[in-house]
């Protein structure tokens, strides 16, 4: 079991890391020209691991990570370990090489003072037993445009500018970091980020469309798509990405989709939990949710750094938080919230008993401490306990991350 040696792996194994994801994905290598062009680029160098098994001359697993930052309850931005490329050789599974991974990425993100990382998950059963929690959900859902006329309401102004696929990719990191963080969930995102964005963009058999809205004071906002034409049936705008940083940008590059010719259904998916979508149509059936998928998993690495990074609401509670695979977060702590919010270690005697997981999952405000409770995954010692946790914990709106990786 203890024959497996995690190191990180060196700029020319990092494309033997990326074959093993892929192929883990049922997905076929890039070719010499991807990797050349942006397979390169999207490994931060020093951030992908590789697990060894006793006379390997590859890696049989792996995992890497970015660095980002994440915006908190209260607005603060956060060093965020962004974890992805994880993967194991399928005849070495279950014998401990992804838990070696994790361990190995901890102590990494522990020393270089990185409090919290976090992942999207494509299963629901792997990550969880290492502290990952489900922390943001997004919405995903269709607009039947045939049917589906704005109200007048909805806010119209400014110009809509296209751009093709090499202008976008050039313009776009800038376009995204130019706009405000929409609010706790929101990261970041890195040259790293970016070059797997281009890799997508490159790869898709469909053309990719950008459209940019151009406010008073300049671009305020975009979004990304392609469209499906299949002749003689439903044809399908499916919208990449969509970021606002106002009212009248957000309706313009709706109005603007909604116009799209030879297009019968607009399908968003990993949208925001509370996206007014709905709410801008004449018929608001003609816009049906289909999905509430779980979006941003969270591990508080360094529950104190953590806890003290966010601010709260009302109130004041004791919580006891138990963590098996990083012990030195195990403790009880004393929130005291309100502007001057404060998080300190304290010997009182504890209200709320939570393990890390579940902490993660109250973190950015999308569940209840009382609906964690109902299902038995948090313990009330103190019967107010999960309603004082909602006042403190409580977001104004759900969080929503929006940045897959
Ligand atoms: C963030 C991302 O990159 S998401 C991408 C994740 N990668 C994939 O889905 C690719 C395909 N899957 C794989 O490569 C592997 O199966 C992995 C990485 C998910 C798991 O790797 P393994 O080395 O088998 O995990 P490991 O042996 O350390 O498992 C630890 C525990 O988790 C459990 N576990 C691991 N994977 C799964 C799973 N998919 N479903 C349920 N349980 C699992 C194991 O049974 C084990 O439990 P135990 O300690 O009670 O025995």
Redesign the pocket.
């Known amino acids: 079991m203890t024959d497996h040696t995690p190191r990180v792996l060196g700029e020319d194994e990092v494309r033997a890391a990326q074959r093993l994801?892929r192929a883990?994905?049922h997905l076929g290598p890039s070719s010499d020209e991807e990797w050349a062009r942006t397979g390169a680029r999207t490994q931060q160098p020093g951030r992908t691991l590789g697990v060894f098994g006793a006379g390997d001359d590859r890696p049989i697993?792996t995992?890497r990570s970015m660095d980002l930052e994440l915006t908190v309850p209260g607005g603060r931005r956060v060093p965020f370990a962004a974890?992805?490329?994880?993967?194991?050789?399928?005849d070495?599974?279950?014998?401990?090489?992804?838990?070696?991974?994790?361990r190995t990425q901890f102590d990494d993100f522990a020393a270089r003072g990185v409090p919290i990382a976090g992942?999207?998950?494509?299963?629901g059963?792997?990550?969880g037993?290492f502290g990952y929690g489900v922390t943001t959900l997004a919405r995903s859902y269709t607009v039947d445009t045939r049917r589906a006329a704005l109200r007048p309401e909805v806010p119209r102004g400014g110009e809509i500018e296209l751009l093709d696929l090499d202008e976008a990719i050039e313009r776009l990191p800038g376009l995204y970091a130019g706009l405000p963080a929409h609010g706790p969930g929101h990261l970041t995102r890195s040259e790293h980020w970016w070059a797997g964005c281009e890799a997508g963009f490159r790869r898709g058999d469909k053309p990719v469309v950008t459209v940019v809205h151009h406010g008073e004071n300049g671009p305020d906002g975009f979004a990304v798509y392609s469209a499906d034409r299949i002749f003689d049936s439903e044809s399908v705008l499916r919208l990449d990405m969509l970021h606002a940083a106002n009212d009248t940008a957000h309706g313009a590059l709706w109005r603007y989709l909604t116009g799209v010719d030879l297009v019968d259904q607009i399908s968003a998916s990993y949208r925001p939990l509370g996206d007014p979508a709905r709410l801008m149509f004449e018929d608001p059936r003609s816009c049906q949710t289909t999905g509430e998928p779980d979006e941003l998993?969270l591990r508080l690495v360094d529950v104190p750094a953590a806890l003290s990074a966010r601010g709260y609401g009302p109130g004041s509670l004791v919580l006891e938080v138990t963590d098996p695979v990083l012990p030195s977060n195990a403790g009880r702590y004393l929130i005291d919230g309100g502007s001057d919010g404060t998080v300190t270690r304290t010997e009182r005697p504890a209200q709320l008993r939570i393990g890390v997981t579940e902490l993660a999952m109250l973190y950015l405000g999308t569940w209840r401490a009382e609906a964690l409770a109902t299902a038995g995954r948090l313990e009330a010692i103190d019967a107010t306990a999960p309603a004082v946790a909602d006042d403190l914990f409580g977001t104004r709106s759900a969080p929503w991350c929006g940045t897959f990786?």
Do not use: K, N, Q
């Open positions: 994801f883990a994905l697993g995992a974890v992805t490329g994880v993967a194991v050789r399928p070495r599974t279950r014998r401990g090489v992804l838990s070696e991974l994790m992942l999207y998950a494509t299963e059963r792997i990550y037993r998993w990786f």
